[in-house]
């Protein structure tokens, strides 16, 4: 319950976030939300010397279109995703699965881009980002790049951003006409990490699959794009033979942790069902 002490900065603009990442190293760590971050702080799982408070920087908030690119700064938080004209009419997987993460108050304060950058394979955006063909603005001291979320999650809590990074913004093509999309989230209770989750983002042509990303949560130690359960859809109707397949498809590049949440094989078995729903729902909801 009680957090080590250390030192408070609170910077304006990215820069000089920037430049406090830089002076203090590996002895700092960014606050966004502080809804992963100060709970690991209470437990003494994490001690950094030096917070830097990126809450007061207003460039990091808020969303809007640029061209068929939907930008969302990386300090939004949950319920302004939800709440957000411009997902719910571009990208609505996002402002639907937002929802299904964490309770109420947490959302008020957990940010998209903290949940991204945190790199827990129990967090969701970072299927979701799959599933959306997302890629994320980080800028260092030598200016900014854009990565993909494909090959950005590396490991449990380890992503592509370097220590001396801050994650700007994340870029979502906007949906096709047509698009259909689910995020399925078994969860034990409202408010818990998923056991297995599995988002989709899908378009038909007549009454086969022209295009589908489907992205696993929380069966691995990152998020997972499930590539041969794309390719077990692709072109095909979606007939319970071709959704058994990708459920086997996505099934076999799960690595589980067991957990209270299950053993491995349950966890394995529930992906598979959760990528047979999503499937489903998503291709129902494609015109
Ligand atoms: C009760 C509870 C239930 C929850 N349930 C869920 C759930 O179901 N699904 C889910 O996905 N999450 C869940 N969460 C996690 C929650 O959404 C967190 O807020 C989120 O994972 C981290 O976002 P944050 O903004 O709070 O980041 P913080 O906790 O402030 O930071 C997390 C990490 O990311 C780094 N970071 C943050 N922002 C940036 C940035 N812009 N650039 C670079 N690094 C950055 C920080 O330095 C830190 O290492 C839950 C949390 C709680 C307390």
């Avoid at 319920?79 to 609505?92: F, H």
Wanted: charged share 20%.
């Amino acid at each position: 319950m009680i957090p080590p002490s250390f030192e408070y900065h609170a910077p304006r603009s990215v820069g000089e976030a920037v430049a406090l990442l830089g002076q203090y190293g590996s002895d700092a760590k960014l606050l966004a939300g502080g809804h992963s971050l100060l709970p690991m702080m209470k437990l003494r799982f994490a001690q950094p010397a030096h917070l830097i408070d990126i809450n007061r920087i207003p460039e990091l908030r808020g969303i809007h279109e640029e061209g068929d690119t939907v930008v969302i700064g990386a300090m939004t938080v949950e319920n302004d995703l939800i709440n957000s004209p411009i997902l719910q009419a571009k990208v609505p997987l996002l402002a639907e699965a937002a929802k299904l993460i964490a309770d109420p108050q947490v959302r008020n304060r957990g940010t998209i881009g903290g949940d991204i950058a945190h790199g827990d394979p129990g967090n969701d955006h970072p299927a979701l980002s799959l599933a959306c063909n997302a890629s994320f603005v980080l800028e260092g001291p030598n200016g900014r790049r854009t990565v993909a979320a494909d090959g950005f999650f590396l490991g449990t809590y380890m992503t592509l951003l370097e220590e001396t990074e801050v994650m700007v913004e994340i870029r979502v093509p906007a949906f096709a006409q047509g698009t259909g999309w689910a995020y399925e989230k078994l969860k034990r209770k409202t408010g818990d990490w998923a056991t297995a989750g599995c988002a989709v983002v899908m378009r038909k042509s007549g009454n086969t699959v022209s295009h589908v990303r489907i992205a696993l949560t929380n069966v691995a130690p990152t998020a997972l794009r499930a590539e041969a359960a794309e390719q077990a859809v692709l072109g095909k109707a979606l007939t319970p033979d071709v959704l058994e397949a990708a459920a086997q498809a996505a099934m076999a590049i799960c690595e589980p942790a067991e957990d209270l949440r299950g053993d491995a094989e349950y966890k394995t078995a529930m992906a598979g069902q959760m990528v047979k729903r999503a499937l489903t729902k998503a291709f129902a909801r494609c015109q």
